[in-house]
């Protein structure tokens, strides 16, 4: 989903992506987008350069599923805190 989200908000070079996604390993981003684009949400494109260079954009499915993500972002943001509290419970 975050591979999506970042696609949704123009990130489209590999590189780009690795650096959004925190923590990721290369091996685990390049495997993820190879699933995604054989699902149809993203399609890759290789430019003839050196060194060579690929970019990454939604497919319409894709695109698609960014109403969801907004979704799943409206609820966290209504229901979930910002910061804990220290109110505690009352019994």
């Not at 650096?19 to 699933?35: E, M, P, Q, Y």
Request: overall charge positive.
């Amino acid at each position: 989903m975050l591979i999506l989200r970042d696609l949704s908000w123009g990130r489209r070079r590999f590189s780009a992506l690795l650096v959004s996604l925190d923590g990721i390993s290369a091996n685990v981003l390049s495997d993820r987008l190879k699933r995604l684009e054989a699902r149809g949400m993203v399609t890759r494109v290789f430019y003839r350069e050196h060194p060579p260079r690929a970019e990454y954009t939604l497919t319409e499915k894709g695109k698609a599923f960014v109403p969801v993500l907004i979704a799943m972002r409206c609820y966290g943001e209504a229901w979930e805190p910002a910061s804990p509290t220290t109110d505690t419970p009352t019994g």
